[in-house]
């Protein structure tokens, strides 16, 4: 694997800017009545690539992989002319071999079909043959232009911190990680690289977690993977409640003893976390910028709802109602639905005209 993330393929061929992101979504926003709609289908074919991957018991990196796959994919395609759901398949199956976690294919046509089948997809032309994923597999990794080195934000994260407790899972998870930023920065890009910044317990676990969530967003295709971990650093600062107690007690004032003590000492090797996000070598208002996304992400989040994990009441099995803003699995699966028959529709007209105007034309040169 590729140590250097600024020589590799992930930096130089996939990230994009936003305007590549709309044009990838132009066909795609012919056949949705709200522009929305394809915001919560990001966050829906997230959840989709998450299940099968638990499914088949992959590792997080590899979900993570598989769900980066999936994005780049439909860098180049729309949701209405392909199948998503064996699309997910294959990008399971195919991260499982690049992140060196294999499975069976076997397994994943059945993982995939038995899930897919039910409640809230009710994808009922999910294939059996084993072969039919293994040609969505070439044609996935002819897409992907053969870049299976993808880069995630999760080592940055436990090179650039350290919890009071030990963390050998998130260790073994967490990958390779790619240095330097460029030939005339240096070969770090977090300032001097002395020291880490030590997490209360469980901010390590939410920064962790916070990066689990930003797949569920376009952000692992527009921002490289350590200002995506940097970013998830800060908001642990904001949401965990451990690390903003260590925030406020290394800025409180401190009285100048008469004698050296033990409290001093300890007090003064207090590392501030906001001190430190400021002495990284990365531009902090891009920092914020994506936070300011990841918080974007969250609020659309809460608006949906996964009609599976809905907790329904003893007395009625019928889950609570969905206001007018709210989208649930269910809603998003009959959304796709629509997209993808009004799409073929379309192009069944589009073959029906040509083959009328080449009856003329075949006319017309008979006729001359």
Known sequence: MATDFWSSSHYKRWIVDRATLRQARAEDLLYVEDPEHLDFLA????????????????????????????????????YCETDPFIVAAACCYLASKAEEFPVHIKNVVSDARRMFGQEPYNVKTFPTDNTKLAEMEFYLVDDLDCDLTVFHPYRTLL?????????????????EVGVGVNAEDGSRYWGTGQGQLELPSGGLQTAWFIINDTFRSELCLLYPPHLIAIAAIYLTCVFNPATQSAIAASHEPTPTPRRSSRHAADKSSTQDPLTFLAGLNVSLPLVATIAQEIIAMYTLWERYRDKLSEKKSEADATPPPVDGNGMTAAMLTDILTRMREARMQDHIQ???????????????????
């Open 350 to 368: 589009q073959q029906g005209r040509q083959m009328a105007v080449n009856r003329i034309l075949e006319r017309t040169q008979g006729a001359g």
């Open 159 to 175: 090179t650039l911190c350290k919890s009071a407790e030990d963390q050998p899972e998130e260790e073994s998870e967490a990958g």
């Open 43 to 78: 966050i829906y074919f997230a959840e989709v690539v998450a299940k099968l991957g638990r499914s088949l018991h992959l590792a997080q990196r590899a979900i993570a992989t598989a769900t980066v796959f999936f994005r780049r994919f439909y860098l180049k395609n729309s």
